[in-house]
């Protein structure tokens, strides 16, 4: 798909006016570095600017190809000789900043039109492809496209530069903004795409909103259901991969990438960043935790809280989640004490002809 970008970016800047911006520390002769954009940390790029502040992405430090980095003292030794380490107090309230600089506009939804809607809800600017229908009460926004055979049902809206490919349907009262979508993908009732991520640099002073930049990728053959709510990402993209299957009711968080064929059952949350692999079944009302990995074929129990990485094919459930059998044994080792304290309080002499328990002697 193309590289379209949903908000407008400031810049460049000098490495040294952006220390201006939150107190940093800037390694000496990096001052007039021109920084062109912000990016994560395994994306960034030679004029990007990134933050390190969770040892867990250690790794992607090392390896980064950024040419600032945004750290705190300790961690400043830890930055690659390529990229500039900018220190500070906080790495992600001063990143936080740093991204509202460069894109000021981020911090509410992008405006549908630049100017008085036209009759049909259609913006002169959109690419409608012979064949498409867009139905009364439908709003498409400037430079959406939907491509041929797609039906843009009543009371729908196609945000600003939404790419929407050929044969797939956005169904009635259905909100897909900062999106692209490929082809046959299907779209339910009620379903909200590529709004706000729910992120905040928490800090006493209060909640700072952090700008979410990144976009929803929905690839071919997807199926959404009805009021599922899919956050686009902060700084990288949410991706759904192709031919998964969504029930209804789901929350999937920002920076989350699902893989190819997934089976995400009604009322599962899905934490930020975390990444399921192809071919995972969620049942109904799961929890997976942010940053969580879950490897190809696993399979993720009703009701269960995934809050660590999960290997490839195996099946797990409860609360955290552990493998299968190991989980099933602890609930029948549960219930056989249970059986057993029950029995214990009904056996001969334990209780009078009320049957309330005696009192020891």
């Known amino acids: 798909m193309d ?29 007039d570095r021109m920084i062109e954009d912000v990016a994560a940390l395994q994306f ?9 502040d969770n040892p867990k992405y250690a790794g992607d430090l090392d390896a980064t190809g950024a040419g600032a980095c945004v750290v705190s003292k300790r961690s400043a030794d830890q930055v690659p000789a390529t990229a500039a380490a900018f220190v500070v107090a906080r790495p992600s309230i001063a990143f936080n900043e740093i991204v509202r600089r460069f894109y000021p506009d981020a911090m509410r939804p992008a405006r549908m039109w630049d100017d008085a809607p036209h009759g049909n809800g259609i913006h002169p600017s959109a690419t409608i492809e012979e064949g498409a229908i867009v139905e009364p009460g439908a709003v498409v926004g400037i430079e959406a496209r939907i491509g041929r ?24 009262s259905a909100t897909v903004i900062h999106s692209l979508l490929g082809d ?11 709004q706000d991520g729910f992120g905040y640099a928490m800090s006493p002073a209060g909640h700072a909103k952090i700008p979410q930049i990144g976009r929803v990728i929905v ?42 064929h997934c089976v995400i059952v009604s009322q599962v949350g899905i934490a930020g960043s975390a990444t ?31 809050k660590e990485d999960l290997a490839p094919g195996g099946r797990y459930g409860g609360v955290p989640a552990r493998p299968a059998r190991e989980w099933l044994k602890e609930v029948a080792a549960l219930q056989k004490i249970a059986r057993d304290h029950i029995a214990e309080r009904r056996a001969p002499g334990r209780t009078d002809e009320n049957g309330h328990e005696r009192e020891h002697e």
């Open 44 to 52: 960034a790029g030679p004029g990007q600017i990134s933050f390190f």
């Open 149 to 172: 055979g797609s039906h843009i049902l009543a009371g729908s809206i196609i945000g600003r530069r939404v790419q929407i490919g050929r044969d797939s349907t956005v169904g009635p």
């Open 219 to 260: 690839q071919d053959d997807v199926e959404i259901g009805a009021n599922t709510t899919i956050d686009r990402g902060a700084l990288r993209d949410t991706i759904i991969g192709e031919g998964t299957k969504i029930d209804n009711m789901v929350q999937i968080g920002h920076n989350v990438v699902v893989g190819r």
């Open 3 to 31: 590289d379209i970008r949903f908000f407008e970016r400031a810049g460049p800047f000098a490495l040294k006016d952006i220390a201006g911006w939150v107190d940093a520390e800037v390694d000496e002769g990096h001052g």
């Open 184 to 194: 046959r993908v299907t779209i339910h009732p009620g379903v909200r795409i590529g």
């Open 276 to 306: 399921l692999g192809d071919f995972v079944a969620i049942g109904g009302q799961a929890g997976i935790m942010t940053h969580v990995t879950i490897g190809d074929g696993a399979q993720v129990a009703t009701l269960s809280a995934v």
